[in-house]
């Protein structure tokens, strides 16, 4: 008895002194991170806003202007490469003289979900990006990246900054931004800006009706109800001249804040705006990493874009359409369903991993979530009784029928319910990236 309870008194030491090494290892390691942004750095942001214009396989950028947002930055001092790759396009910050990369994140892109459909085949269209970086404090070059038919990011254009001789113009835009949701210093905290559009002056209630719902649908379900502290959301107030969104399939055409719009890439309920540049400098006084557009229809609909934007509807499901549209957003996670209705042609390529954490092709199943799969569930899973609560890979996902596998019959990422275990641990991944 007196032996097992020196035991465990040991094993305790030995573990609060491994607790102690890790967070000491920890701090030290963040201590030096930011020292490396503080170097580069300073506690702004640099807007840069281009253009993406292009078809499958053809594809150039324009450059428009560099703009200074006013307030800290809003992102991460600690992880300023990007450890996941999720996106098919990267902004990567090098240093001007050594090519050092300083900064970088993935993302994807209108264009990126244009290509899928047929009309982006063959016709050239044009569409608008920014991104957020922190602002530079010596010369440093801006490089917009695309993947390869490899898949390797390949430079399409690079844009110099020199912050001693670089025009940067201001943006002149007070729309009111509301604390929604507060847990602190942004620098820490996943910002979530949700951007009002469609709301008249005569609308201001349901605004305010609307902002709560979305903050209860952000922080419902797991893992995000266990991240309360860790987010924080703000209510961009902004005020449109007509109420409610455009929709073409009905010729109601609305001079809404940022432009949303039903019927986006002729999908009726494919919610999205084209309006960036405009959507973010309506953002001008918002410190955000994440934007979900607040279009004022009870219609169901919605879109996001990892990493670009959200766009969702108001009424009766918003609540799990916000939670659904921030799994793209944030997590980078695939739809984990088969949709007829879906205009989109065959998207994945079968001889490798989708770059999605939550469907794999079975190509590198050790990489994806192997690891997760009980003993004696079979890979690939058939759908029968004793499978149906289980992680295993089950045909069917990502808009595919065949080839492509998801993990559990149910998840929030599919027709509903709570994120399934392989989402679940892809956006804790995902939160330490923000808030370590
Ligand atoms: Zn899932």
Redesign the pocket.
Known sequence: MQNARLLTTKRLEHNIMKRTIIAIISLVYAISCTAQFDKYFSNQTLRVDYYRDGCKGKETIRFKNFIAKPGEWAGSTTHLIDPFNYGAHRVMVVDATTKTPLYSRTYNSLYHEYIATEKGEKKVKKFEETVLIPYPKQAVDIQIQSRDKDWAFTTLETFHFDPSSTKVEKVNNQVEVRKLHHSGNPHNKVDIAIVADGYSINDTAKMRKDFATFVSGIVKYKPFSQHKEDINVWGVAAISEDSGITNPLKKKYLKTAVGSTFNSFEIDRYIMTFEIHTMHDVLQHCPYDHIIVMSNTDTYGGGAIYNFYADVTTGDQAMFTVTHELGHLFGG?AD?YVDPGVTYNDIHDLTREPLEP?ITTLVNFDEKWKHLVEEGVPVPTPIKKEYLKKVGAFEGGGYQAKGIY???VR????TGGN??P??VEALEKMFKIYTE
Do not use: I, K, T
């Open positions: 996670l984990e939550n998801r993990p559990m998840c929030m990422m599919n994120f399934c392989v989402c």
